[in-house]
């Protein structure tokens, strides 16, 4: 089990950027898929960019081009630089974290962090 805080949410502009950050509480050369999920007011959860041990990574359509997801390995971290932001980019963002143990997969969430696209 892993516990992961993000951070890095905030007031933007549109047209404007913000890196978003995720720690995880232990090692995450161990942790075979990471992952940033957002939810916007009144819609389900909805996956983002993920990335996986190799570095390989994944993106949604919607932000291909604007989204880049990345893991320093050394600090422990995920992070999602977000740009060219739409004001419907308002959501909260999760960070998660899949573990594979024989035929299972162990599954961690963080609590989110809030961006909101100013008018």
């Known amino acids: 089990q892993v516990q992961l805080v993000e951070s890095g949410g905030d007031l933007v502009q549109p047209g404007g950027s913000l890196r978003l950050s995720c720690a995880a509480s232990?090692?995450?050369?161990?942790?075979?898929?990471m992952a940033w999920y957002r939810q916007a007011p009144g819609k389900q959860r909805e996956l983002v960019a993920a990335?996986?041990?190799?570095?390989?990574?994944n993106y949604a359509d919607s932000v291909k081009g604007r989204f880049t997801i990345s893991r320093d390995n050394a600090k422990n971290t995920v992070y999602l630089q977000r740009n060219s932001l739409k004001h419907e980019d308002t959501d909260v963002h999760y960070c998660?974290?899949?573990?594979?143990?024989?035929?299972?997969?162990?599954?961690?969430w963080g609590k989110g962090t809030q961006v909101s696209g100013s008018s």
């Open positions: 232990r090692s995450i050369l161990s942790i075979d898929f």
């Open positions: 990335i996986i041990a190799g570095g390989v990574t």
């Open positions: 998660y974290a899949g573990t594979r143990s024989g035929s299972t997969v162990g599954e961690d």
